[in-house]
Protein backbone atom coordinates (compact mmCIF):
# COMPACT_ATOMS: atom_id res chain seq x y z
CA UNK A 1 0.00 0.00 0.00
CA UNK A 2 2.59 2.49 1.38
CA UNK A 3 5.93 2.78 0.43
CA UNK A 4 7.58 0.94 3.61
CA UNK A 5 11.03 3.17 3.47
CA UNK A 6 9.23 6.61 3.32
CA UNK A 7 5.43 5.69 4.36
CA UNK A 8 3.86 7.61 1.66
CA UNK A 9 1.74 6.67 -0.92
CA UNK A 10 2.17 6.61 -4.70
CA UNK A 11 1.15 8.91 -7.27
CA UNK A 12 -1.42 6.29 -8.63
CA UNK A 13 -2.77 5.51 -5.04
CA UNK A 14 -3.07 9.61 -4.65
CA UNK A 15 -4.75 9.40 -7.38
CA UNK A 16 -7.12 7.00 -6.59
CA UNK A 17 -8.07 8.71 -2.59
CA UNK A 18 -8.32 11.81 -4.81
CA UNK A 19 -10.89 10.27 -7.29
CA UNK A 20 -13.06 8.74 -4.28
CA UNK A 21 -13.02 11.60 -2.48
CA UNK A 22 -14.21 13.67 -4.94
CA UNK A 23 -16.82 11.43 -6.20
CA UNK A 24 -18.34 10.11 -3.19
CA UNK A 25 -18.74 14.00 -2.51
CA UNK A 26 -20.44 15.07 -5.46
CA UNK A 27 -22.80 12.71 -6.31
CA UNK A 28 -24.23 12.88 -2.08
CA UNK A 29 -23.93 16.81 -2.66
CA UNK A 30 -26.16 16.18 -6.42
CA UNK A 31 -28.31 14.43 -4.44
CA UNK A 32 -29.38 16.91 -2.44
CA UNK A 33 -28.72 20.54 -3.42
CA UNK A 34 -31.61 20.98 -6.10
CA UNK A 35 -33.87 21.06 -3.33
CA UNK A 36 -32.20 24.70 -2.65
CA UNK A 37 -33.35 25.74 -6.17
CA UNK A 38 -36.94 23.98 -6.32
CA UNK A 39 -38.75 27.25 -6.33
CA UNK A 40 -36.54 29.02 -9.34
CA UNK A 41 -37.10 25.42 -10.92
CA UNK A 42 -40.31 25.68 -10.64
CA UNK A 43 -40.97 29.54 -12.20
CA UNK A 44 -38.15 28.56 -15.13
CA UNK A 45 -39.88 25.53 -16.48
CA UNK A 46 -43.08 26.48 -15.60
CA UNK A 47 -44.35 23.60 -13.65
CA UNK A 48 -46.12 22.58 -10.71
CA UNK A 49 -44.44 21.47 -7.35
CA UNK A 50 -45.60 18.29 -8.31
CA UNK A 51 -42.99 17.94 -11.26
CA UNK A 52 -40.10 19.53 -9.48
CA UNK A 53 -40.74 17.12 -6.93
CA UNK A 54 -39.72 14.07 -9.45
CA UNK A 55 -36.66 15.88 -10.59
CA UNK A 56 -35.07 15.19 -6.66
CA UNK A 57 -36.82 11.85 -6.87
CA UNK A 58 -35.89 10.39 -10.20
CA UNK A 59 -32.11 10.85 -9.12
CA UNK A 60 -33.06 9.11 -5.70
CA UNK A 61 -34.85 6.26 -6.83
CA UNK A 62 -32.47 5.39 -9.72
CA UNK A 63 -29.13 5.14 -7.05
CA UNK A 64 -31.26 3.08 -4.73
CA UNK A 65 -32.88 0.67 -6.98
CA UNK A 66 -29.47 0.01 -8.88
CA UNK A 67 -26.59 0.24 -6.38
CA UNK A 68 -26.49 -3.39 -5.46
CA UNK A 69 -27.27 -5.07 -8.85
CA UNK A 70 -24.44 -2.13 -10.51
CA UNK A 71 -22.42 -3.43 -7.37
CA UNK A 72 -22.82 -6.99 -7.70
CA UNK A 73 -22.18 -6.72 -11.50
CA UNK A 74 -18.92 -4.91 -10.29
CA UNK A 75 -17.71 -7.54 -8.22
CA UNK A 76 -18.27 -10.15 -11.47
CA UNK A 77 -16.64 -7.42 -13.83
CA UNK A 78 -14.16 -5.29 -13.54
CA UNK A 79 -15.16 -2.44 -10.85
CA UNK A 80 -12.50 0.03 -11.94
CA UNK A 81 -14.35 -0.31 -15.48
CA UNK A 82 -17.66 0.31 -13.68
CA UNK A 83 -16.93 3.20 -11.81
CA UNK A 84 -15.36 4.51 -14.37
CA UNK A 85 -18.30 4.68 -16.98
CA UNK A 86 -20.43 5.45 -14.16
CA UNK A 87 -18.29 8.88 -13.39
CA UNK A 88 -18.57 9.52 -17.50
CA UNK A 89 -22.25 9.09 -17.43
CA UNK A 90 -22.76 11.13 -13.97
CA UNK A 91 -20.42 13.69 -15.62
CA UNK A 92 -22.22 14.18 -19.37
CA UNK A 93 -26.19 13.78 -17.66
CA UNK A 94 -24.69 16.52 -15.38
CA UNK A 95 -23.46 18.76 -18.03
CA UNK A 96 -26.69 18.08 -20.11
CA UNK A 97 -28.90 18.66 -17.44
CA UNK A 98 -27.55 22.40 -17.18
CA UNK A 99 -29.01 22.46 -20.65
CA UNK A 100 -32.40 21.34 -20.52
CA UNK A 101 -34.90 22.77 -22.23
CA UNK A 102 -37.86 21.37 -20.29
CA UNK A 103 -38.53 19.20 -17.16
CA UNK A 104 -39.44 16.28 -19.03
CA UNK A 105 -35.91 16.06 -20.08
CA UNK A 106 -34.13 17.38 -17.29
CA UNK A 107 -36.30 14.47 -15.25
CA UNK A 108 -34.68 11.96 -17.90
CA UNK A 109 -31.54 13.02 -17.30
CA UNK A 110 -31.84 13.12 -13.17
CA UNK A 111 -32.80 9.49 -13.68
CA UNK A 112 -29.45 8.87 -16.16
CA UNK A 113 -27.35 10.50 -13.48
CA UNK A 114 -28.60 8.32 -10.79
CA UNK A 115 -27.46 5.35 -13.21
CA UNK A 116 -24.28 6.85 -12.82
CA UNK A 117 -24.06 7.63 -9.68
CA UNK A 118 -25.13 4.15 -8.37
CA UNK A 119 -22.80 2.95 -10.47
CA UNK A 120 -19.95 5.14 -8.43
CA UNK A 121 -21.88 4.26 -5.15
CA UNK A 122 -21.59 0.81 -5.81
CA UNK A 123 -17.86 0.74 -6.35
CA UNK A 124 -16.43 3.67 -4.19
CA UNK A 125 -16.45 1.30 -0.80
CA UNK A 126 -14.37 -1.05 -2.77
CA UNK A 127 -11.57 2.01 -3.31
CA UNK A 128 -12.13 3.61 -0.09
CA UNK A 129 -11.54 0.45 2.40
CA UNK A 130 -8.16 0.25 0.64
CA UNK A 131 -7.17 3.38 2.21
CA UNK A 132 -8.75 3.53 5.45
CA UNK A 133 -5.78 3.81 6.93
CA UNK A 134 -5.79 6.97 5.17
CA UNK A 135 -7.70 8.93 7.50
CA UNK A 136 -5.68 7.91 10.38
CA UNK A 137 -1.86 9.96 8.97
CA UNK A 138 -1.39 12.66 10.72
Known amino acids: ?3 KLTGKYSKDQMATIYV ?6 VTTFTGSALNLSIPNMGNEFNVSAQFIGWVIIAYMLAVAALSVPFGRFADLTNRKRILTIGIFIFAISSLFSAFAWNIMILIALRVLQGIGGAMIFSTLDHFGNRFSCF ?3 T
Do not use: A, D
Not at 20 to 25: A, D, E, G, N
Open 1 to 3: MTN
Open 20 to 25: VLITSF
Open 135 to 137: LYI
